[in-house]
């Protein structure tokens, strides 16, 4: 399993998103993408699933 970037939690599903915090691609988990979907310049890059 793939770690979140911002709480390191290993799951299976990772979400790519920027924001106005994260100006470089960053894939976080479902929790930590509840949160940066609220950021300022939020932008979605797709699901990334690991095998
Ligand atoms: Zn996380």
Known sequence: MKKCDLCHMPDKIH????SICHKEWIVCCRKCWNVISN???????GTRKAK
């Not at 979400?15 to 920027?18: E, G, I, P, Q």
């Not at 950021?39 to 890059?45: A, D, R």
């Open 39 to 45: 950021h300022n310049n939020y932008s979605y890059g």
């Open 15 to 18: 979400y790519r998103v920027k």
